[in-house]
C-alpha cells in the first residue's frame, strides 16, 4: 500500500530564511509526486508536481522540491520565506493502481507558520 | 477558467439528519473525487469517477454515504442519516482524466457540522 508521511506538524521559521518542510513516501512502483498548500477556509491550490526527469522541480510562489530516490522523500524548499507563505502544506503521491486507475494518498499536512 | 464550484459553503445539521452536497468540476475535467478533510488531517478520498463511472469508492461507508455523477459533470454527494464524526470538510476535486499525471483541482469545501 501507498503511503506518504510528514514528519513535522509544524514548523516555524523566521521571515526572509530558508524554509524546509519533510516528505517522505512509501509506494512499489514510480511515484509521482505533488505538493498542495491549503490557506485557511480554502480548497487545497496545486504548487508543484513531480512525474520525471530532473530530481529539483520549480512551482508556485517560489517554491522548489527535490525529489531524492534513495531517501523516498521529496522536501519543499523555498530560499526565502515570506509571511504570507504560512499556511497548510500538504504532500500526496500518486500511483497507478491495480484497476487501471491513479490512486492519491495524502499526508497529513505541516504547518508552516513564517515569524515576522 | 471557472474553478471547482462548490455548495454549500457551510451546513449544521443535527445528528441522523440527511444532507447533500454539490459540485460542479471544472469544464472538461474528466476525474471527479471526493474527500473528506477531518480538521488535523489530510484529506481521505470518499469517491473517485471517471466521467460517470466510479473507479474508487473503497473508504466511502457506503451505509450512509451515496454519491452520484449521472451525466458525467456535476456530482452530488450525499450522507444519510448524519453522525457527529461526520464533521469535516467535504472538498470536490477534478482533473482532466485518468492516465494523465496531472494535479487535480480543489474547490472550497463545504464545512460539515453535525451537532
Known amino acids: 500500500a501507498q503511503s506518504v508521511a510528514q514528519p513535522e506538524d509544524q514548523v516555524n521559521v523566521a521571515e526572509g530564511n530558508p524554509l524546509t518542510v519533510k516528505c517522505t513516501y512509501s509506494v512499489s512502483g514510480n511515484p509521482y509526486l505533488f505538493w498542495y498548500v491549503q490557506y485557511p477556509n480554502r480548497g487545497l491550490q496545486f504548487l508543484l508536481k513531480y512525474i520525471t526527469g530532473d530530481n529539483l522541480v520549480k512551482g508556485s510562489y517560489g517554491f522548489e522540491a527535490e525529489f531524492n530516490k534513495s531517501q523516498t522523500s521529496f522536501h519543499l524548499k523555498k530560499p526565502s520565506a515570506l509571511v504570507s507563505d504560512s499556511a497548510l502544506y500538504f504532500c500526496a503521491v500518486r500511483v497507478p493502481s491495480s484497476g487501471g486507475y491513479q490512486k492519491v494518498t495524502f499526508g497529513t499536512g505541516t504547518k508552516l507558520q513564517v515569524i515576522p | 477558467e471557472a474553478g471547482v464550484a462548490q455548495s454549500p459553503r457551510y451546513k449544521i445539521i443535527e445528528k441522523r439528519q440527511s444532507v447533500a452536497f454539490w459540485c460542479n468540476p471544472i469544464s472538461g475535467h474528466a476525474t471527479l473525487y471526493w474527500y473528506q478533510q477531518i480538521l488535523g488531517q489530510g484529506p481521505k478520498l470518499l469517491i473517485q469517477?471517471?466521467?460517470?463511472?466510479?473507479?474508487?469508492d473503497s473508504q466511502l461507508p457506503k451505509d450512509r454515504f451515496s454519491a452520484e455523477r449521472l451525466k458525467g459533470v456535476d456530482s452530488t454527494l450525499k450522507i444519510q442519516p448524519a453522525k457527529l464524526e461526520d464533521s469535516a470538510v467535504y472538498l470536490c476535486?477534478?482533473?482532466?482524466?485518468?492516465?494523465?499525471?496531472?494535479?487535480?483541482?480543489f474547490g472550497q469545501g463545504t464545512r460539515l457540522t453535525v451537532v
Open positions: 469517477f471517471q466521467n460517470n463511472g466510479v473507479v474508487d
Open positions: 476535486a477534478s482533473s482532466l482524466k485518468q492516465g494523465t499525471y496531472t494535479e487535480a483541482f
